[in-house]
């Protein structure tokens, strides 16, 4: 046998087993079980885009589908991971202020209507506020407000016409916050009886007990999903629910929702569990009514910002990061490198230094050790928000404040913020896509549903639009960075620091992977399995 000869057949028989690799990992994905997950709280409701939370996101995104969807198995979601889902392609003029969408045809929803163009128009007008129809909140409405209108020209294309370019609209889209709503289906039965084109169907949400999803069999994705059900229950004990965990009750816990201190407990009681610690695009802050006394005093505001230890916080939770209004690289895209945070006022080492100038201005406001401010710090009944809580009590008093903690039910909360029935509350946000467009409008614009504390700066916002429409990619991270590092100086929402939690699952429950960028886009469970 000749050299060639031999070199040939090796390669045939690699092909071979290269094909035969593959096509054994095509076929080892299980049909059929039920994925049982525990809830941490009670969803407000089950319509995604009137809620804010991913005790909405987690539970219901199986039961729709987006134009465009971020790849589930990529566990950084950007720009180059964003795939088609009802869109089956898309394309941009070329002054980048249209962008076309061919639909998929044959997709039906959960009740057998046929999903069209005008189910896209129909979720657009909602969300800018041009349908009769009317959301009970919009708190993305700021995402779309470059939007000029959305015309379907066939039932299988439709065109989204923007004001300006928008390099990011294709984020936002992906995202688990922008689900296709049926125009046949009013807004007021998608809260508790929702109807989508996703892999599963409701089955039954029961306030306060649990969700239960069934396989829709007329899902548009072949094979897919390979569950045959998940089912949700609502178990408002983070100690009980992780017991149940453990003791083979659960399959997965509910995502990101272990902290560092459990999850060592929770290994030592179940080595066989595969847990991953990830970020999560979540941070811990600090929301201030700035429209009532003593908050209104912008020399006060800026001492409670001066006084934070931040290094503190994170010793105290076990893991996270110092960051920015954006979350901090390497997970996250867009926000400051360490040396450009470090410049910013009160984000250097120097914690002492920052709180005596604290001290010097509180004593100028008229307080000090023998007339201290007395306070309330507000939160969220989560393990996410009360250890930082009390932390933060402690650490005003070293600035001559005393604050006693407020400890809100979690399903209260977000009502609580609209209504700015706080003094000072400890928050966490969680951006629904890591792109400045997201974090900058939604949380920091002044006409924004999500703008709790009533921030607003006329010349900083301006600067979102400028940023937004850049098309040059390095330019535009040059602009966020500036963009950002005002936001801090300004005290617009005083960042403590970025969140890094667990997600466990049962070592047979596989093709789950936990996002680094986002708690809110990887939920579809579409491509989950049991290996039992």
Not at 229 to 234: A, D, R, T
Not at 332 to 339: E, F, S, T
Not at 461 to 467: P, T
Not at 488 to 502: C, Q, S, V, Y
């Amino acid at each position: 046998m000749n050299t060639w000869d031999r070199h040939s057949r090796l390669l045939i028989a690699g092909i071979a087993a290269l094909l035969l690799c593959l096509s054994d990992q095509a076929f080892a994905q299980k049909s059929g079980g039920t994925l049982r997950m525990f809830h941490r709280d009670n969803p407000p409701s089950a319509s995604i885009h009137e809620e804010t939370s991913a005790s909405t996101v987690v539970p219901f995104m199986p039961i729709f589908n987006n134009l465009v969807v971020f790849d589930p198995s990529v566990a950084q979601s950007s720009d180059k991971s964003i795939q088609p889902d009802l869109a089956e392609s898309w394309s941009w003029n070329d002054d980048k202020t249209e962008l076309t969408f061919k639909l998929r045809r044959g997709v039906k929803w959960h009740d057998g209507w046929a999903f069209t163009a005008s189910d896209v128009e129909c979720t657009f007008n909602l969300l800018t506020n041009r349908a009769r129809d009317k959301l009970r909140q919009n708190p993305r409405g700021t995402w779309y407000s470059n939007i000029n209108y959305v015309h379907g020209a066939t039932d299988y294309e439709v065109t989204i016409y923007l004001n300006q370019p928008q390099p990011s609209l294709l984020s936002l889209l992906a995202s688990g916050f922008s689900p296709i709503y049926p125009c046949h289906v009013p807004a007021a039965q998608m809260r508790l009886k929702p109807i989508g084109t996703g892999p599963f169907k409701l089955e039954s949400f029961k306030q306060f007990d649990s969700v239960r999803l069934v396989r829709n069999p007329d899902y548009f994705k072949p094979g897919r999903p390979y569950l045959d059900g998940i089912e949700i229950y609502i178990v408002s004990s983070p100690a009980t629910a992780l017991i149940s965990f453990i003791a083979g009750r659960f399959d997965m816990t509910f995502p990101f929702e272990v902290t560092i201190a459990q999850l060592r407990d929770l290994r030592r009681q179940a080595p066989r569990v595969v847990c991953e610690t990830t970020s999560m695009n979540n941070y811990t802050n600090i929301l201030i009514n700035r429209d009532a006394p003593p908050f209104d005093n912008a020399d006060i505001r800026r001492a409670l910002t001066l006084a934070l230890d931040r290094r503190a916080f994170i010793a105290s939770e076990g893991d996270g990061q110092i960051g920015g209004v954006l979350q901090p690289p390497d997970d996250g895209l867009w926000g400051l490198p360490a040396d450009k945070l470090a410049a910013v006022p009160g984000y250097g080492p120097d914690v002492e230094k920052n709180r005596e100038e604290a001290r010097a201005i509180m004593r100028r406001a008229g307080f000090g050790p023998d007339k201290r401010m007395r306070t309330k710090v507000s939160t969220r009944a989560l393990a996410l928000y009360k250890g930082p809580a009390t932390i933060l009590a402690d650490q005003l008093r070293e600035i001559y404040i005393d604050a006693d903690l407020d400890i809100v039910e979690a399903s209260h909360w977000s009502p609580r913020l609209s209504r700015k029935d706080y003094a000072i509350g400890l928050n966490t946000t969680g951006n629904g896509v890591d792109d400045p467009d997201q974090a900058f409008f939604e949380n920091f614009s002044c006409r924004s549903e999500r703008n709790y504390n009533g921030y607003c700066n006329g010349e900083i916002e301006r600067l979102f639009a400028l940023q937004s429409a850049e098309i040059d990619l390095e330019k535009r991270r040059q602009m966020v960075r500036d963009i950002d590092a005002k936001l801090l100086a300004d005290g617009a929402r005083p960042t403590i620091m970025w969140n890094r939690n667990a997600t466990c699952w049962q070592p047979y429950v596989k093709g789950y992977v936990a996002h680094v960028n986002s708690m809110f886009n990887g939920f579809r469970f579409e491509d989950v399995w049991l290996d039992r």
